[in-house]
C-alpha cells in the first residue's frame, strides 16, 4: 500500500508537491512544548477501511470502471515522458502551470517545469495513474459510462469515460484514456453547476524514458516508514486528534498517516480529493503573510488560492491546513468538519509579538 497512486497525483505533482501535501507545514507552526515529535509511522487505509459499494452496476457502468482499473495499472507499469499543461478555475481566478515529466516503472516520477534544467518534485508514483482507492469510492457517487465517440488528446486516440452524480444525474468529470496503453491522458472536473474547476491534460506523450533525470536530494522519497494499523489511529482519536471519516459533504478518509508530530488526513470521493494537516502548536504569523483573511463558516481563516485551494487557521492550541483540488463548498464543510477555533484568540495570537513567535519556531520539525 505504501506505493499507492491517488486520483489527485496528477494535479499535485504538476505544481511539485506530493498527495495534496505540498505545504510547508512547520513554517506554519511556532514550536509547542505538547507537540509530538520524532513518530515516522504511518497508517494507510485499506479497501477493507472503505464501505462497500452498495450500486449495481451497469454493464455500461461495467465497461466504464473497466477502463478506469487498467488506467490504474498502466499509470503504474508504463513507461512515459512528456509534457503537461494543469490549470484550476474558482472565485479566486485561474492559476495554470506546464510541466514536463517523466516516469520509470519502479523508480517513480520526475516532474520539473517547463524549460527547467532541474527536476522539482520526486514521487514513487505515476502523474498518469489512477489510485484503485479512490475508483472505488466513485462507484458510491457517481455512474460512469463510456461516450459513444472516441476523443483525441496529445495526437493519441482515447476512450473517454463520463462520471455523472447520482441522482441529477449532472456531469461531474470526464477522463480520456489513451486506447493503445490505457494511460490517463486528460481529466476534467466540474462543480454542480456545471463550470470547470480542473483540468489536466498531456499536450505531447512518448511511451519511452531514453535519459531519466537525476532526482534532486531533497526531492527523493522518504521511506522506511513503518505502517500503523487502524486501530492505532483510533488511539491518535482517543487522545484528541481530530480525524472524521467523512469531510466536505461526502469525502471519505481513504488514507492516513502521522509523522514528526503532523498528522496527514487524504479524502476524496472518488473525483475530488482534500488534504488535512493537524498539527499542536500556534500559529506562526510570517508563514500566512501575503494571505487573505476570511471568514468561513463563522471562522477565521487564511487563503490562498492556486492549483489546489489551501486554508489554514488555528485555534485550541492546534494548526490545521486543508489544501484540496475540489469546489469552494465542499473545501469549506470540510473546515466545519473539524473543531472550530476560538475566534477570540486567534487575532491575538496572530499578534502575540512575531520576534517571539519566531523564537519558537523549531525547523527540523
Not at 450500486?55 to 487498467?70: F, G, H, M, P, V
Not at 516520477?109 to 479512490?134: F, I, M, N, S, Y
Not at 472524521?244 to 508530530?261: I, K, N, Q, T, Y
Amino acid at each position: 500500500m505504501s506505493g499507492a497512486i491517488r486520483l489527485s497525483r496528477m494535479v499535485v505533482l504538476a505544481v511539485g508537491a506530493g498527495a495534496l501535501g505540498g505545504v510547508a507545514l512547520p513554517a506554519l507552526v511556532a514550536g509547542d512544548p505538547r507537540a509530538d515529535t520524532g513518530d515516522t509511522r504511518s497508517v494507510v487505509l485499506s479497501l477493507g477501511a472503505l464501505p462497500a459499494p452498495a450500486i449495481r452496476t451497469t454493464t455500461s457502468e461495467r465497461q466504464a470502471l473497466d477502463l478506469l482499473w487498467k488506467a490504474a495499472r498502466a499509470g503504474r507499469d508504463r513507461a512515459y515522458s512528456g509534457t503537461q499543461y494543469v490549470s484550476s478555475w474558482s472565485t479566486a481566478g485561474t492559476s495554470s502551470l506546464v510541466v514536463d515529466l517523466q516516469h520509470v516503472p519502479g523508480k517513480g516520477v520526475l516532474v520539473r517545469r517547463a524549460g527547467a534544467t532541474t527536476p522539482t518534485a520526486a514521487d514513487t508514483t505515476g502523474a498518469a495513474a489512477l489510485d484503485p482507492r479512490p475508483l472505488a469510492v466513485l462507484e458510491k457517487h457517481y455512474s460512469v459510462t463510456v461516450a459513444a465517440q472516441l476523443g483525441q488528446c496529445a495526437g493519441r486516440t482515447a476512450h473517454v469515460v463520463e462520471a455523472r452524480r447520482r441522482g441529477d444525474s449532472a456531469l461531474a468529470g470526464r477522463f480520456w484514456l489513451d486506447s493503445e496503453t490505457g494511460l490517463l491522458l486528460r481529466r476534467e472536473l466540474y462543480d454542480p453547476a456545471g463550470r470547470a474547476v480542473r483540468a489536466a491534460a498531456f499536450v505531447d506523450l512518448q511511451m519511452t524514458v531514453s535519459h531519466p533525470w537525476a532526482a534532486p536530494p531533497q526531492a527523493a522519497p522518504a521511506g522506511g516508514a513503518a505502517t500503523m494499523s487502524t486501530r492505532e489511529l483510533e488511539g491518535l482519536r482517543r487522545a484528541g486528534w481530530s480525524a472524521p471519516a467523512v469531510v466536505g459533504g461526502g469525502l471519505e478518509l481513504f488514507d492516513a498517516r502521522h509523522r514528526s508530530g503532523v498528522l496527514h488526513l487524504s479524502y476524496t470521493d472518488g473525483l475530488f480529493a482534500v488534504s488535512v494537516f493537524s498539527q499542536r502548536g500556534h500559529l506562526n504569523p510570517e508563514s500566512v503573510k501575503g494571505w487573505q483573511r476570511v471568514k468561513m463558516n463563522g471562522t477565521s481563516v487564511w487563503t490562498r488560492p492556486g492549483l489546489s485551494q489551501r486554508v489554514v487557521w488555528a485555534g485550541d492550541g492546534w494548526v490545521r491546513t486543508v489544501v484540496a483540488d475540489a469546489p469552494g463548498p465542499v473545501v469549506s464543510a470540510t473546515v466545519m468538519a473539524f473543531p472550530a477555533s476560538a475566534d477570540e484568540s486567534f487575532p491575538d495570537r496572530v499578534q502575540r509579538g512575531l520576534h517571539r513567535m519566531a523564537s519558537w519556531l523549531d525547523p527540523t520539525q
